[in-house]
C-alpha cells in the first residue's frame, strides 16, 4: 500500500490499484483504471469519454469523465478522472513516491486536487475545471499578476517533514557535487541533488559523452558554489517549489469559480498542476525558471519579461508571500533584492532543462527532439556563463538574444 504524508508527519493511506496504463491498449487500460476507482460507472446509465490532452512533452495524460444524463458540463466535469500515466523509464529523472507525497501535501493545502489513487505507472486524480494555458497567455498582465500571487502561495507552504537536513558531502543525498564543495545543512532532496542525480544517469559510453558528463558536473559545481547562499534564510533558503512551471501547467479558472483576490475585476486566478519535479530550492529558481518557461517550447526569447514586468511580478508575488497589506507598498529594497536573485539565478534553468533533455534523448518515446532541446537550453546556460563573467564583452562578440531581451528595461 502507498501512502502519502501529511505534514505533521502522520500518513494516510493512499489507494494502490494493481494495474497499468498501456499506450498500446489505451481505452481498454485507461477503463479498467477508472472502473476499479469507480466501479458504479462500468454498468450506470451515460456514455463514457476519454480526452488526451497533447501540452506535455513527458507523460500521457487523459481526462475521463462519465456522462450521466441530466447532469450539467460543470457536474459532469466537477466528477471527471485525470489520468497521467509516466513515460517510459521516468522514474531515472523522478522520484515517483516523492511525487505522490508532494502532491497530497499541496492538496491537504488546497493548491492542488485531490490524489485519488495511485497505479503501477502513474496516478489517478480530479480534474481542475478551466483552460490550460499558451505561452502567449502567460504575456498578460490579467495572468501573470495571477501566476504571481498563486505562486506566492506556494512559496508558503512548508516543506515534508522528510526532507532532512544532514550534513553529507556526496552528491547523491546532499547538495554538493562528488564532495567538490563544503558541506552544509540543506533539507534533501532539492533543486541542486536533482541535478546531481541526473548527471549521474548520464550515458558514458562513448568518449564524447565523458567529455560532456565531465562538462557538466564541473559546471553545476560551479553554480552551486556561486549561487548556494543567494537568498539563504535560516541557514537553507530553501522553498517548496513547483520546479516546472510552464504555460501547459497553468490552468485558468472559469469566470464563475474565481476568487478576486487582487480586487481587480480584470483580474484571473489561476491554479498549477503537474508536482512530479515539485521539492525544495531557492525561491528565485523557480520564478527565474517561470520566467524561462515564457517563450515556450519553442524558447522564443522575444516573449521573456523585461526589467519593468519583471519588477511588478516580484511586487505582485512578494505581496502573497509576505501577506503585505494591497494599501501598503512594500519596502523597496525587498524588491530589489528579488529582483536581484532572480537575476543571478536566469541561466540556471537551461542547465537543468538541458541535462534533462539529454537523458530524455536516450529514454523517451515521445516524439519530440530532445536532443536539439539540450543544446538549445545549454547553451542559454553557456551564454549566461558568458556574461556574468565578461568573456563575450571581452572577444567583442555580439550579445544573445536571450541576454538582450531578459536585458530589455520595459
Not at 183 to 202: C, E, G, H, Y
Not at 251 to 276: H, M
Request: include cysteine.
Amino acid at each position: 500500500m502507498s501512502h502519502s504524508a501529511r505534514p505533521n508527519g502522520v500518513h494516510e493511506q493512499l489507494r494502490y490499484i494493481p494495474l497499468g496504463y498501456d499506450n498500446d491498449c489505451s481505452e481498454k487500460s485507461a477503463l479498467a483504471l477508472v472502473f476499479n476507482l469507480r466501479p458504479e460507472w462500468e454498468h450506470s446509465e451515460g456514455p463514457i469519454e476519454i480526452v488526451k490532452f497533447k501540452d506535455g512533452i513527458t507523460n500521457t495524460l487523459l481526462k475521463i469523465v462519465k456522462k450521466i444524463p441530466k447532469k450539467s458540463t460543470e457536474q459532469i466535469d466537477d466528477e471527471a478522472i485525470l489520468l497521467r500515466a509516466y513515460g517510459n523509464n521516468t522514474d531515472i529523472l523522478i522520484d515517483r513516491d516523492r511525487e505522490a507525497q508532494s502532491h497530497g501535501l499541496l492538496a491537504e493545502r488546497g493548491l492542488a486536487p485531490p490524489l485519488l489513487a495511485r497505479f503501477n505507472n502513474g496516478l489517478l486524480y480530479n480534474f481542475i475545471q478551466g483552460r490550460v494555458c499558451t505561452p502567449q497567455d502567460l504575456i498578460k498582465e490579467n495572468v501573470w499578476r495571477a501566476v504571481a500571487r498563486r505562486l506566492g502561495e506556494w512559496h508558503n507552504v512548508p516543506l515534508p517533514d522528510d526532507y532532512h537536513r544532514e550534513t553529507v558531502t556526496n552528491g547523491v543525498k546532499g547538495a554538493y557535487a562528488n564532495g567538490h564543495t563544503p558541506a552544509k545543512n540543506k533539507p534533501t532532496p532539492n533543486i541542486w541533488t536533482v541535478m546531481q542525480k541526473w548527471i549521474d544517469a548520464l550515458p558514458t559510453d562513448t568518449s564524447a559523452a565523458q567529455s560532456r558528463k565531465s562538462q557538466l558536473q564541473a559546471e553545476l559545481d560551479r553554480s552551486f558554489r556561486d549561487l548556494d547562499s543567494v537568498g539563504c534564510s535560516e541557514g537553507h533558503g530553501m522553498i517548496f517549489g513547483h520546479c516546472d512551471l510552464l504555460s501547459a501547467n497553468v490552468i485558468i479558472l472559469p469566470n464563475g469559480r474565481k476568487t478576486n483576490a487582487a480586487n481587480d475585476s480584470e483580474s484571473e486566478t489561476v491554479r498549477f498542476i503537474d508536482y512530479e519535479y515539485a521539492t525544495a530550492c531557492p525561491a528565485a529558481f523557480d520564478v527565474a525558471n517561470h520566467f524561462a518557461e515564457w517563450g515556450g517550447y519553442d524558447c522564443d526569447y522575444t516573449m521573456l519579461p523585461s526589467q519593468s514586468v519583471r519588477r511588478s511580478f516580484l511586487k505582485e508575488y512578494l505581496r502573497a508571500v509576505t501577506a503585505w497589506p494591497r494599501d501598503v507598498n512594500l519596502k523597496e529594497d525587498m524588491v530589489q533584492d528579488m529582483l536581484k536573485q532572480v537575476d543571478d539565478f536566469r541561466g540556471i534553468p537551461g542547465l537543468y532543462w538541458g541535462i534533462w533533455a539529454l537523458i530524455q534523448a536516450t529514454i523517451s518515446q515521445i516524439d519530440f527532439d530532445y536532443a536539439s532541446y539540450a543544446e538549445v537550453r545549454l547553451g542559454e546556460y553557456f551564454a549566461w556563463r558568458e556574461e556574468t563573467d565578461g568573456i563575450r564583452k571581452a572577444e567583442g562578440k555580439e550579445m544573445p538574444l536571450r541576454e538582450r531581451c531578459w536585458a530589455r528595461l520595459g
